[in-house]
């Protein structure tokens, strides 16, 4: 996504058209889980392309977490 600092983006004008409406707290909270699933979803669509592009396993993911990353203190 690209940004200038002079300008708002498109999501964000689109966002803008939003605050006309009086939203109840409910629907507050609906919109905020709305934007949070669509952008998880994306995360999650994109690690799982790099899995299959990467050829990464679950055993890949156990090895990581059983790698030992920290050097030793002094």
Known sequence: MVQSTN????LQLELLKLFKYNLSQQQLIEVKDLLAKYFAD????EMD???EEKGLTD???DSWL???MR???E
Request: zero cysteines.
């Open 42 to 45: 994306k995360a999650t669509r």
């Open 71 to 73: 050097t030793p203190s």
């Open 59 to 61: 055993e890949t993911m």
């Open 66 to 68: 059983n790698e030992h």
């Open 7 to 10: 300008r708002l983006t498109n």
């Open 49 to 51: 392309k790099l899995w």
